[in-house]
């Protein structure tokens, strides 16, 4: 079980922002800026590029909104997706980085 499936079966503590039954969202232990959350799918999927056609075409577009209401007092924000090892991305579950100045 990866670090972010514990975190959502409440196996690890962590700081959550937000929970429905699509995603949760929990600020991150190493914030890279004032407000920098992770936005996480409860299913347990990889990568962006493991999303199915069909199948997860809601999901991003709800992470989205998820974001846009977490980082409502930001004066700007930046949401960030990391694919891949080359693509900087570090836990093998599909994850968004909000992070707000």
């Given at each position: 079980?990866?670090?972010?499936?514990?975190?959502?079966s409440g196996e690890i503590p962590s700081e959550k922002v937000h929970e429905d039954n699509l995603c949760v969202a929990f600020k991150d232990i190493h914030p890279k800026a004032p407000l920098h959350l992770l936005v996480v799918p409860k299913e347990h999927i990889p990568k962006v590029s493991d999303l199915r056609e069909g199948e997860h075409d809601h999901l991003i577009g709800h992470m989205v909104n998820i974001a846009n209401k977490l980082a409502t007092d930001m004066?700007?924000?930046r949401l960030q997706f990391n694919v891949g090892e080359k693509g900087g991305q570090e836990v093998f579950h599909v994850h968004?980085?909000?992070?707000g100045w």
């Open positions: 079980m990866c670090i972010f499936c514990k975190i959502i004066e700007g924000y968004m980085h909000v992070m």
